[in-house]
């Protein structure tokens, strides 16, 4: 088995719960099909569904590596996580018919909600094919006033996985567009295997990344899984400098921390308090706004209890499809997009690359584009987020 898919799911144990969860719903849909299918749909669904039954655990126990075969894994992930669904939506009608004046439903309106099922997985893999870069404005309290910095953050790019060489020059065709100050990568940049990230042209695509404030990096968990220390190497060989609680004074405008990843400790890598690490600062950097990449967007408390002017992270992907969207949001409160809590503003970022599912019917792929502008005496700051659709002409818009 691939290390890099064992870890993602911490030992044998998880990996056997995911498995055993997407082989009951394997099972509900296939009895659903039994009992709901009529006609030619249903040979058609059918073959789908065995299709799909083979394809993801063939997708991710692959011996030797297919981002075809792992695409088409992910596709059926989706395809059974959406017909499990249909199935629950046509068994609850089912059951409110047989207690109320309602007609149960059709075979016909079975068909057809099994159709637009298919057809929105469809439109999830074309979504899915698009960048957009997404906008916030943020105002930092600073000493003294100086220009804006555009700040530009991309989370989770997943390349070794299904984010393959040709989404990564899409991403990378995106990047230059937006001619950022400052670039910082927030984590989860490969997928299980860092060699396979490396086979997709990922090294070269970050180093082709430029930001003459400099390039900056934290690693996320999948990092971590397909091995700290080529994570690392394949950054700085990019030429970023990573920060593993760590802070850096940028262009003497702001403070940035990035932070050690929370499973890091299951991996040997603990993870410092951020009062601990700012209290590392000395001199002027002591008065500057702190900017915080941390990959994962929990315990925001800690963020907003030390003064962070702004928290950055990944890792959610939005959830990319239901119903992990709902999940996410569950876990997190704050699954994408951005919120004020006190004087902190807080960015989740959607990510830019896909998680094992080549699709996103919930979430756009994204890249975030912040404007950082330095108030002396304004004593609030305030974050717009709107979202800014592909331009494919020209440049990303730098003054909002
Ligand atoms: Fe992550």
């Not at 059709?106 to 439109?123: F, G, K, T, V």
């Not at 695509?205 to 394949?234: M, Q, T």
């Not at 119903?323 to 951005?338: A, E």
Request: with cysteine.
């Amino acid at each position: 088995m691939i290390r890099g898919e064992m870890e993602m799911f911490y030992n044998a144990k998880g990996m056997a719960f995911f498995m055993g969860a997407y082989f009951c719903a394997l099972l509900y849909s296939g009895a659903n099909l039994a009992f709901f299918g009529r006609g030619e749909w249903k040979i058609v669904v059918l073959a789908l569904w065995l299709l799909s039954g083979l394809s993801l655990p063939l997708g991710i126990f692959q011996k030797r590596y297919s981002p075809q075969l792992r695409r088409v894994g992910g596709v059926a992930l989706a395809f059974v996580l959406h017909l499990s669904a249909a199935f629950l939506f046509l068994n609850a009608w089912t059951l409110l018919a047989s207690r109320t004046t309602l007609d149960a439903p059709s075979p016909r309106a079975a068909a057809i909600s099994l159709n637009a099922m298919l057809l929105w997985i469809a439109y999830g893999v074309a979504r899915a094919q698009r960048i957009v870069a997404r906008a916030i404005h943020v105002d930092l309290l600073s000493p003294a006033p100086r220009p804006p910095v555009v700040l530009l953050a991309v989370a989770d790019i997943h390349a070794g996985g299904v984010v393959e060489e040709r989404y990564l020059k899409r991403l990378q065709k995106r990047v230059a567009q937006c001619r950022p100050d400052v670039l910082l990568l927030l984590g989860d940049i490969t997928d299980g295997d860092v060699s396979r990230a490396v086979g997709a042209g990922l090294g070269e695509v970050l180093a082709s990344f430029s930001a003459p404030l400099g390039k900056y990096a934290v690693l996320g968990n999948h990092d971590i899984y397909a091995g700290e220390k080529a994570s690392l190497r394949l950054l700085r060989d990019a030429g970023f400098e990573t920060l593993q609680d760590e802070a850096r004074v940028v262009d003497d405008a702001f403070v940035l921390v990035g932070r050690n990843d929370p499973r890091g400790r299951h991996f040997g890598l603990p993870r410092a308090p951020l009062r601990s690490i700012l209290d590392g600062l000395d001199g002027p950097a002591t008065k500057l706004p702190v900017v915080v990449a941390d990959h994962t967007p929990q315990n925001l408390e800690e963020a907003e209890s030390v003064g962070v002017a702004l928290q950055l992270s990944g890792h959610t992907h939005g959830g990319q499809v239901f119903p992990f969207n709902l999940m996410m949001r569950w876990i997190y409160g704050l699954s994408s997009g951005s919120q004020r809590r006190g004087n902190t503003t807080v960015c989740v970022s959607s990510g830019a690359g896909l998680w094992t599912m080549p699709l996103r019917t919930v979430t756009d792929s994204e890249i975030v584009l912040c404007t950082l502008s330095f108030k002396p005496r304004n004593p609030r700051s305030k974050a717009c987020d709107r979202r800014v659709s592909p331009n494919p002409g020209g440049s990303c818009p730098q003054n909002w």
